[in-house]
Every structure is written in C-alpha cells, then in structure tokens.
C-alpha cells in the first residue's frame, strides 16, 4: 500500500482560502456584484468559507447558494444504481449577477459543464467564473479555472482527495494512488 502524499495542510488550506477569496475581490473589483455557488459536497464547503472570507474582508454579506448537478451529469446512464439526489438551494436571483462557482477539484471538466448547465436553467448571470481548491489537468472539455488554490500535476492513476473538517475531520489535500485506502 502506498501512503498518500500530504501537497495542502491545515495551515496552507487556510492560505489557500484567503487567497482566493482575495483574487475574487481583485478581479470582480469588490464584491457588490457577486454571488457564490458551491457543486455539492465539497464545493459547497469551500464557497461557504470563500463567502465568510469576503464578507470579512468588504464587509458585506455575500449571497451564497449550493448546487447538486446530479441530473446533469453525463454519465447517469452507465451506472446501475439510483443517483442520489441532493437539493440545489440558491435562494437568491442569479439574473445579472456575477456568479462565482466552486469546486474542490477541477479533473476532465465534465462537473464544472454539468453546473453550467443547471446554471443557466437557473437565470442569466452576468458572468460566470470558476474557483478551484485544486486543477489536475487531465481536461475532456475545454474548461479552465479563473481561480485556482494550487496546480497539482497528476497522473491518471493518481487520485487528488481534498479532505474538510466538517466531512473528513481534517483540512488537507492528499495525493494517492487509485485504490490506496
């Protein structure tokens, strides 16, 4: 068994979520305009700690809403059992606005398209950008992330497990070999 390599501890997790909130800010000139969205599960996670970090920093409360992709997905029809089904809950008008979506890890892209499309099933945002923790390479689509916490180059035999507290009882980003436990 191959142990997984530690590429984000705590501490580095928490610079990574500063500094993204921090370039959300600078490339969006502030943050009136914004709304953030998080793809379940992890996502969601890290667009709640991206929201709070902005809210702090410009002292405005930023309109927050999570994304289950689910019924999106391409691949729904090659699996047996039954999707499981979250609630997309976006309480607030995407029309106009700038959305930021959230992800914890960007891979072949089809996730991020996924989330595009119930976007827009949602309204007519502004602009629509995209924040990663983590960019794999390895893109099917041609996806790219405006805001990235750290570029890990991988092999296709490698996974990238983004670890949070709430889930996982810690804040990290491992890298494994598939099927290393």
Sequence with gaps: ?????????????????????????????????????????????LAHRIAQKIALMEGISVPIGSLDITL???????????????????????????????????????TVRSALNALMDLGRPASIQLAVLVDRGHRE????????????????EQEVRVRMTEIDGEDAVHLAEKGDA
């Design 1 to 45: 068994m191959v142990t997984a390599q530690t590429l984000i501890d705590a501490k580095g997790f928490v610079r990574t979520i500063n500094r993204l909130a921090h370039e959300i800010i600078e490339r969006n000139k502030g943050a009136d305009t914004l709304g953030i969205v998080g793809i379940r599960t992890r996502g969601d996670l």
């Design 72 to 110: 999106y997905r391409d691949d729904l029809r090659g699996r047996l059992n039954q999707p499981l089904l979250r609630t997309t809950d976006i309480l607030f008008d995407i029309q106009g606005k700038d959305i930021i979506v959230v992800d914890d890890v960007l891979f072949t892209g089809r």
């Design 141 to 156: 689509l041609p996806i790219k992330a405006d805001f990235i916490g750290k570029n890990i180059p991988t092999s296709p």
